[in-house]
Structures are given as structure tokens and as C-alpha cells.
């Protein structure tokens, strides 16, 4: 069973950070690739960074190299994405979903397994 749960939105100033968890579930976390989107209102939804916890190898969209790190726990099973510098344009629903290969980093295959989200407002 794939589970994924995102917790760590609010609300911050501009210029502040944040860091979102996304706890999956063991199978999930050890062999597939675990990426963060996010979705503000009346927009599409963006592909921002995936990982490997297997492996640690990440990538990150261009628009948020710089600002946005991921990192992760491996007794937690836990992928973080650290936020820093936060902007008005950053506010958005963020998820986190999960499929089997990174892609190199792409974001044109569709992720299969999705988190609820977590409201993020700068």
C-alpha cells in the first residue's frame, strides 16, 4: 500500500523559509522516486524537485535551484523540501507523489501516487 503525507505548510514573510515533510511508506520510500509539486490557485501544477531515497540523487526544476533543497531521513522514511527565501509566488498547495524512475529529473511522465497537499502562503 503506497502512502504518502505531506505536513509543514503555513504561513511565513516574505523572505522567510520553511520545511515540508512528506512521510512515505517503506516499500514506497526505498524503491521509487518521490517528487514535490505544487499548485497555486488558478494555476497548472508544477513539478519543483525529485529524488531516489535509495540513493540520494536529486534534481531540481530551474526556477527553484538556489532556494529550494530537498533532503530526507531514512529511519523516517521521510523526504524533506527545505524552502528558503520565500516569495508571494511561492504560495501554492504543495504534494508530493511518488513513481518508479526519476527520469532524470523530467516531470513529462505522470506520477501515480499522491499526498493530500499542504497549504503554503507567503
Known amino acids: 500500500h503506497v502512502q504518502l503525507v505531506e505536513s509543514g505548510g503555513g504561513s511565513v514573510q516574505t523572505g522567510g523559509s520553511l520545511r515540508l515533510s512528506c512521510s512515505v511508506s517503506r516499500g514506497t520510500y526505498s524503491t521509487m522516486c518521490v517528487g514535490w509539486f505544487r499548485q497555486a490557485a488558478g494555476k497548472e501544477r508544477e513539478g519543483l524537485a525529485s529524488t531516489y531515497p535509495s540513493t540520494g540523487n536529486t534534481w531540481y526544476v530551474d526556477s527553484v535551484k538556489g532556494r529550494f533543497t530537498l533532503s530526507q531521513d531514512n529511519a523516517e522514511n521521510t523526504v524533506y523540501l527545505e524552502m528558503n527565501n520565500l516569495k508571494p509566488e511561492d504560495t501554492a498547495v504543495y504534494s508530493c507523489?511518488?513513481?518508479?524512475?526519476?527520469?532524470?529529473?523530467?516531470?513529462?511522465?505522470?506520477?501515480?501516487?499522491w499526498g493530500q497537499g499542504t497549504q503554503v502562503t507567503v
Open positions: 507523489a511518488a513513481r518508479a524512475y526519476c527520469n532524470s529529473g523530467s516531470f513529462s511522465l505522470t506520477y501515480v501516487f
